[in-house]
T-cell receptor
């Protein structure tokens, strides 16, 4: 069974540009979450999507946005990039069973964004 | 709001020694608690989770953790360290649902021969 796939794995952008990151969840998983990991702030929750709807949102500015498609694949977008946006962006998917959320996030390997 | 404190950004042990990674949480309601491991250039992998069932939780790779409400702790232990255990370990808490986790700052475990 394929794991969570994130593309691209590495990318370099300059300040002011925008970037789109993609995440394909494990087959059958309908919940997709995004986290930002930086040396200074650690792991921070960005947002979570379920059935194409944003269900939870972290404390990030509006420059950070996301969406989920009908096949559960998700994208996140960061506009007007700043140096501080350099980070590893992790996507995670989870399976929601009959009893509710199963409690395990399966993470991808991340997309490492460098902003120059 | 909930939070997690991991004591020690780095912990060094010898191969075969006890591993103890500390995690204290703050939550106004009963929490869900997790330990994740991250190997270099990889995502996070769930080691174990506490969801208000047994207070002693056993996970993968020989790790276990004990939920102690009186001490607001959820320390991770392994009786005998292996070289392959060298990685970064994150404690996380959630009260609103498994998807919205609040992570600690992480502890890097170094294992020497």
């Amino acid at each position: 069974k394929a794991g969570v796939t994130q593309t691209p794995r590495y990318l370099i952008k300059t300040r002011g540009q925008q970037v789109t990151l993609s995440c394909s969840p494990i087959s059958g998983h309908r919940s997709v979450s995004w986290y930002q990991q930086t040396p200074g702030q650690g792991l921070q929750f960005l947002f979570e999507y379920f059935s194409e709807t944003q269900r939870n949102k972290g404390n990030f500015p509006g420059r950070f946005s996301g969406r989920q498609f009908s096949n559960s694949r998700s994208e996140m977008n960061v506009s007007t990039l700043e140096l501080g946006d350099s980070a590893l962006y992790l996507c995670a998917s989870s399976l929601e069973g009959l009893a509710g959320r199963t409690g395990e996030l399966f993470f991808g390997e991340g997309s490492r964004l460098t902003v120059l | 709001a909930q939070s997690v404190t991991q004591l020690g950004s780095h912990v060094s042990v010898s191969e075969g020694a006890l591993v103890l990674l500390r995690c204290n949480y703050s939550s106004s309601v009963p929490p869900y608690l997790f330990w994740y491991v991250q190997y270099p250039n990889q995502g996070l992998q769930l080691l174990l989770k506490y969801t208000s069932a047994a207070t002693l939780v056993k996970g993968i790779n020989g790790f276990e953790a004990e939920f102690k409400k009186s001490e607001t702790s959820f320390h991770l232990t392994k009786p005998s360290a292996h070289m392959s255990d060298a990685a970064e370990y994150f404690c996380a808490v959630s009260v609103t649902g498994f998807q919205k986790l609040v992570f600690g700052t992480g502890t890097r475990l170094l294992v020497s021969p």
